[in-house]
């Protein structure tokens, strides 16, 4: 079935260190969506894509959806504590007659040490 | 304040009782999921409705049922057929695009 492959699982990074992820799928995705979620709460989106090639900035975090459309990526610039939590990317799956359905990676496990 | 609630926070229920989860939002979506997720994994979609009085299975749905009578509500019920049901449960719904939005989830511990 659909699956998105998300890399790396986790990471270990000192404060200030600029963090990057990515995510890739065997199929072609028509909008790539990035999700974070802090301990014990629900996924809060950061940033969503809708067009091949776009880059797009929330903050610190910059997203990007890959010229194939097969895959994205996620940078985190000068990490702060606070960006501890799993990272999610996301992409729709449509069903005929079913609509249509979130694909999620893995998610990626961010760890800041101060 | 537009959004998705889900109560409670943390359920404990005996083993062999079925439970409902409550999903409400008030975002006019038309679509509402339901999602498991595990200690260190990722979400697994339970049953998603795209329009009232409609649902479909998603990828893990035996031993849950839903209902959706009506559009600002979705409720998640694990039954006793459901053999591991103590996990973290979420909600989301989702209007013209493909994003999901979600709330808090509720934490269901069988004891």
């Known amino acids: 079935g659909q699956q998105l492959n998300q890399s790396p699982q986790s990471m270990f990074i000192q404060e200030g260190e600029d963090v990057s992820m990515n995510c890739t799928s065997s199929?072609?995705?028509?909008?790539w969506l990035w999700y974070k979620q802090d301990p014990g709460e629900g996924p809060v989106l950061l940033i969503a894509?809708?067009?091949?090639?776009e880059l797009t900035s929330n903050g610190r975090l910059t997203a990007q959806f890959g010229i194939t459309r097969k895959d994205s990526f996620l940078n985190i610039s000068a990490s702060i504590p606070s960006d501890v939590g799993i990272y999610f990317c996301a992409g729709p799956f449509y069903l005929y007659n079913q609509g249509g359905k979130l694909i999620f990676g893995q998610g990626t496990e961010l760890s800041v040490k101060p | 304040d537009g959004g998705i609630t889900q109560s409670p926070k943390y359920l404990f229920r005996k083993e062999g009782q079925n439970v409902t989860l409550s999903c409400e939002q008030n975002?006019?979506?038309?679509?509402m999921y339901w999602y498991r997720q595990d200690p260190g994994q990722g979400l697994r979609l339970i049953y998603y409705?795209?329009?009232?009085?409609?649902?479909q299975k998603g990828d893990i749905a035996e031993g849950y049922s839903v209902s959706r009578e009506k559009k600002e509500s979705f409720p998640l019920t694990v039954t006793s057929a459901q053999k591991n049901p103590t996990a973290f449960y979420l909600c989301a719904s989702s209007g013209t695009t493909d994003t999901q939005y979600f709330g808090p989830g509720t934490r269901l511990t069988v004891l």
């Open positions: 894509l809708y067009k091949a090639g």
């Open positions: 975002l006019n979506h038309d679509a």
């Open positions: 409705s795209q329009i009232v009085n409609d649902f």
């Open positions: 199929s072609i995705f028509n909008t």
